[in-house]
């Protein structure tokens, strides 16, 4: 039996009782963490730590919505890359992050929302916004994989 049991999950720092035998935390999606437990015996002395990693995959594909050229930043490149793909029939891998104003198509408004995001105080691209993640509230049905700028 133990007095307590130390729990380090990433940046996560918990003390469980020593009889605990499970424990429910948030851990990133898509990404290896660490996880590492070091028991406290009755006399307070710090026991042997057990480690393992945890996977929680992601429920779908990780982009940033506006980071059109994945190079992990919005900028004007992104909407010179959104034209292209418009009007020169450039393929990307995930329209989702083309898709700025998040309705669901691949248009002009696309490029213009992020010009008015960049420039004039417009509305932040929607969910996952600057952060990668995955495409929620919304499901539509633009095709996605996971970018080279989203671990």
Do not use: K, W
């Not at 469980?16 to 898509?30: C, D, E, H, Y």
């Not at 490149?77 to 104003?101: E, P």
């Not at 248009?107 to 996952?128: E, K, N, Q």
């Amino acid at each position: 039996s133990y007095s307590s049991i130390n729990l380090q999950l990433g940046a996560t720092s918990l003390t469980l009782p020593g009889n605990v035998t499970s424990v429910t935390l948030p851990a990133p999606l898509g990404l290896n963490t660490t996880a590492i437990l070091t028991p406290v015996s009755t006399c307070g002395a710090l026991l042997l730590p057990v480690s393992c990693q945890i996977f929680c995959p992601s429920p779908g594909p990780l982009f940033i919505r506006g980071d059109v050229n994945l190079d992990g930043i919005r900028n004007l490149a992104d909407v010179s890359s959104q034209l292209s793909i418009l009007f020169q029939s450039v393929n990307h891998t995930c329209l989702d992050a083309v898709d700025t104003n998040d309705d669901g198509n691949i248009d002009i408004s696309d490029p213009v929302f992020m010009l008015l995001f960049l420039y004039s105080g417009g509305l932040a691209p929607a969910a996952p916004g600057a952060t990668c993640g995955i495409d929620t509230p919304t499901q539509d049905f633009l095709p996605c994989q996971t970018g080279q700028n989203c671990p």
